[in-house]
């Protein structure tokens, strides 16, 4: 690949209180968001929590019900996509099937450069001021190609092209007018495993590149802690947390994020914090004190969990192996709550077979508690390594 | 028994085959080849329906064509009623297939509307074109009488009978078109509409130019066939309305198939027609899968 860079395009994508419904559905309930110049956000979340909406919007392709979308410092509500600076990648890549890959990736720059007559088939090169301009155009055809490993393929058509390949044209595309904002819709979804993250490291790279704020939406939580700069989770419209990729595994300000983000899911706990403030689970302080008096939920990522001789009881259900580590599915004894482990692979020998009861602990330091409402609860770590039984 | 039914399996899966094929042979045979076959050997006969004999006459009845002023006439006016429909049938069908896919109500309404010609029957139809088209008591005419205007004799006439059955017969094959187009509109992906307005399509020709027309390829070729067959096979609205009249200026290739075959009753010369008819339908359908077919199909 050879380098495409550019100047940096000003500006960024700043969107304020943006809110949307379909029918009934409130789609989007005032979300706002700023990506600045040159950064990633990816914006992860379940299918149907609206995050394609609000890309869809950014993008002009749907209107806002209110709030505002700005790129670089002008505001975009109410312009048309085509006015906006932005372009886009979307799902099914778009492509125009009767087109070549070099036509393709062409097509911004025509329609932008080129006026109606100088447009038209056969007779829109002999117009004034068509040649030169379109020359200048293959040009960045070319280059934009290059830059994406097209350029023996610039005469073929999308149908004889592996989804791969129409995938990195329709990146093509969208870096050839080196525009000021990025959209892309889950550009990977549709290839194959070891060709998305192959290609997760490209659009990384062309993003580097090209400089320009990218808005990444993607169900996949994979592809958002690999890629982005900051994460953005989205569920039923709203924008939970906005954060590093570490922070929001480590540090996730909502249960859900919590749960969403982390393969295999969180192990969660019933807790309760006591009139004196310790935490229990089942009535067993667990190390931790400092919450308020109420339910709680103790949340623990499956590598801070681990089998010991005393702790939490627990039932082991069956082990599953993964090559660089172990997942132990069980079940917690007092709740029933199913719980799993990561652990190195070389523990398989000790580790207590299915149907078995052995006792659980795990890093208190590492532990999240969260309210009733699903928020973040602070509390302070009593002991380090310990579950008090 | 398994030995048996492998024993048997060659001939009793070739015997369940020609069996279950034989109804649609039988009357593919009997409705369509043996036809077929009886009329391009007709078609070298001067066989005449009555008479106890017929001779071979080689391509006498070709000949005479060639030299024949009504075939001549009905050939010239049957191309002139194709290129008067095809385009008109087509070009309007789109243009409304477009303004109804563009609307936000009353689509089945429309459909059912424009698609109303291709399900009644044309008889019965020409019958209220008569009335309508009808030189002193027509509402055409007496429209164009309040407006000022001349009031031309529509079918009555030489120099307006031809293109007054072309303008029926573009209302007659619109229908069927407009559903083809609008069929073919829908299976257009939304997100290229999408991706031609982030491409800077801010016009809605653009997003024509870009996306629509080049889409709507294999419909298109599909239309313009369907559509130039249907017009070279116009007869009824000739039989009813015109006959061919006034002097011959609506004489079209199966009405003068239809005359020599059963108003003189020259079968021989009316096969000869049949097979130019045939000639110029399948030479459509050859233009069809050769000439076009490569540029429009993308998968």
């Not at chain 1, 169900?219 to 939970?240: C, F, I, K, N």
Request: with cysteine.
């Amino acid at each position: 690949m050879t380098e495409f860079t550019g100047h940096p395009p000003p500006g960024g994508i700043h969107i304020r209180a943006v809110e949307k419904r379909f029918g009934h559905t409130q789609v989007l309930r005032g979300v706002s968001l700023d990506i600045a110049a040159g950064e990633f956000v990816a914006l992860v979340g379940p299918s149907g929590c609206g995050k394609t909406t609000l890309m869809r919007i950014v993008a002009g392709i749907e209107q806002a019900d209110a709030g505002s979308v700005a790129i670089g410092d002008r505001d975009v509500t109410r312009l048309r996509p085509g006015d906006r600076d932005v372009a886009m990648v979307f799902q099914s890549y778009a492509l125009y099937p009767h087109l070549t890959v070099a036509e393709n990736i062409r097509v911004p720059l025509a329609l932008r450069r080129l006026n109606a007559w100088q447009r038209l088939p056969l007779l829109g090169g002999w117009m004034p001021g068509a040649a030169d301009e379109g020359h200048r155009m293959d040009q960045e055809v070319r280059r934009a190609a290059e830059a994406l490993g097209l350029r023996a393929l610039l005469d073929r058509r999308p149908a004889q092209l592996s989804g791969g390949q129409r995938q990195r044209v329709a990146l093509a595309r969208a870096i050839v007018r080196r525009p000021a904002a990025f959209l892309m819709d889950e550009p990977l979804s549709n290839l194959d495993a070891s060709l998305r993250v192959q290609t997760r490291r490209e659009i990384v790279d062309i993003h580097r590149q090209a400089g320009a704020a990218t808005l990444y939406v993607t169900h996949d939580q994979s592809e958002a802690l690999t890629m982005a700069d900051r994460v953005a989770v989205m569920q039923d419209g709203e924008l939970l947390q906005v954060a590093t990729p570490e922070a929001i595994y480590a540090d996730p300000a909502d249960l859900r994020v919590a749960t969403f983000i982390g393969s295999p899911r969180i192990n969660t706990l019933p807790a309760e914090a006591g009139t004196d403030g310790m935490v229990r689970v089942g009535g067993h302080p667990v190390g931790l004190w400092g919450a308020r008096p109420g339910p709680l939920t103790l949340a623990i990522r499956p590598e801070d969990l681990l089998p010991a001789a005393t702790g939490l009881p627990a039932r082991a259900e069956a082990l599953e192996f993964l090559g660089e580590s172990l997942l132990l599915h069980a079940r917690h004894e007092a709740t029933g709550a199913p719980l799993v482990l990561r652990l190195p692979p070389e523990m398989r020998p000790d580790l207590p077979p299915g149907g078995s009861a052995f006792a659980l602990q795990f890093d208190t330091s590492r532990a999240l508690l969260f309210g009733p409402e699903g928020h973040r609860v602070g509390a302070s770590v009593l002991s380090g390594m310990h579950a008090l039984v | 028994m398994a030995l048996t039914r492998a024993a048997r399996a060659p001939w009793g899966e070739a015997a369940a085959a020609w069996m279950l094929s034989a109804p649609a042979v039988l009357a593919y045979v009997l409705m369509l080849a043996l036809p077929t076959l009886a009329t391009v050997l007709l078609a070298f006969t001067d066989f005449e329906l009555g008479a106890t004999g017929f001779r071979w006459i080689g391509l006498d009845n070709f000949a005479e064509m060639l030299s024949d002023r009504g075939f001549g006439i009905s050939l010239r006016n049957t191309l002139i009623y194709v290129g008067l429909v095809t385009p008109g049938s087509i070009a309007g069908a789109l243009a409304l297939a477009l303004l109804i896919e563009a609307g936000l109500r009353g689509r089945t309404l429309f459909r059912a509307v424009f698609f109303l010609p291709v399900v009644s029957l044309t008889v019965a139809m020409a019958a209220a074109w008569q009335y309508l088209l009808h030189p002193t008591i027509g509402p055409l005419n007496a429209m164009l009488r309040l407006a000022g205007l001349g009031a031309p004799e529509w079918l009555s006439s030489s120099s307006t009978v031809l293109v007054s059955l072309a303008a029926i017969g573009i209302w007659e094959n619109l229908g069927f078109n407009l559903v083809l187009f609008l069929a073919g509109l829908t299976a257009i992906p939304r997100e290229l509409y999408a991706a031609a307005e982030v491409d800077g399509a801010r016009s809605a020709w653009d997003r024509f130019r870009l996306v629509t027309w080049p889409m709507l390829g294999p419909t298109t070729l599909f239309v313009l066939t369907i559509t130039m067959i249907r017009a070279v096979r116009v007869f009824d609205t000739v039989a009813v309305l015109t006959q061919g009249g006034p002097n011959k200026a609506s004489q079209v290739l199966l009405y003068t198939m239809y005359e020599e075959g059963f108003t003189y009753f020259r079968l021989g010369y009316s096969a000869a027609v049949t097979l130019v008819f045939l000639a110029i339908v399948l030479a459509i359908m050859w233009l069809q899968t050769k000439l076009l077919d490569k540029r429009v199909h993308y998968v």
